[in-house]
């Protein structure tokens, strides 16, 4: 079972470049996330998207961009990467926002350094 | 908006002893889910047991339990005899039960607790 995959898995950029990271999922969840994760914190969020082009901004948007075309892929953009984008980037999927009980699946994450 | 506390940033415990992580949040909604989640060095977000605010019964998942005081506003996770393989992050984290929530749907999370096994 796939579940939700991510690439890549680690990535060094320099200032100034930008990339996008990829996140597919295959259990048809509407519901899809991106996290960051820095050193010694919990995981924030960064957009959400609640469908096929629906897409929305979550707590530390800045300095990312998100599309959702398909409902199995919601890749994350970085435009002008700065030194302070250095994270480590979790997607996350639901299939539904409030379903009871129902937890987010994670992939397994992007290491990305910015020097 | 929701804040989830771990103040324990590191604790250890000895094989097959029992070890209980604490955790406390903040909220003004009455229905929510509480969740603790496993991060092993492989870096992959693993959940370990889940529990929905309107349940008294506390949740039970093989070896780990939970103590979920509702008003006390306390979500504290213990992990009975203890494996090597427990040793990660483990982090609390809290999500509304909001339908079509949008970004409340989105979880909240502790700084985490980083446990150690002894053998």
């Known amino acids: 079972n796939a579940g939700v995959t991510q690439t890549p898995k680690f990535r060094i950029l320099k200032i100034g470049q930008s990339m996008t990271l990829q996140c597919t999922q295959d259990?048809?969840?509407?519901?899809m996330y991106w996290y960051r994760q820095d050193p010694g914190m919990g995981l924030k969020l960064i957009y959400y998207?609640?469908?096929?082009?629906?897409?929305d901004k979550g707590e530390v948007p800045n300095g990312y961009n998100v599309s959702r075309s398909t409902t199995e892929d919601f890749p994350l953009r970085l435009e002008l990467a700065a030194p302070s984008q250095t994270s480590v980037y979790f997607c996350?999927?639901?299939?539904?926002?409030?379903?009871?009980?129902?937890?987010?699946?994670f992939g397994d994450g992007t290491r990305l350094s910015i020097l | 908006a929701q804040t989830v506390t771990q103040s324990q940033p590191e604790m250890s415990v000895q094989e097959a002893e029992t070890v209980t992580l604490s955790c406390t949040y903040d909220?003004?909604?009455?229905?929510?889910?509480l969740f603790w989640y496993k991060q092993p060095p492989s870096r992959q977000m693993i959940l370990v047991i889940r529990q929905e605010a309107y349940k008294q019964q506390n949740a039970t998942e093989n070896r780990f339990s939970v103590n979920f005081q509702k008003a006390a506003k306390s979500f504290s996770l213990k992990i009975s005899d203890s494996q090597l393989g427990d040793a990660a992050m483990y982090f609390c984290a809290y999500r509304s039960a909001k339908v079509n929530a949008g970004a409340n749907s989105k979880l909240t999370f502790g700084k985490g607790i980083t446990l150690s096994v002894r053998p």
């Open positions: 996350a999927s639901s299939y539904s926002g409030a379903l009871v009980g129902e937890p987010q699946h």
């Open positions: 259990m048809n969840h509407n519901y």
């Open positions: 909220t003004s909604e009455s229905d929510y889910y």
């Open positions: 998207s609640v469908g096929a082009g629906i897409t």
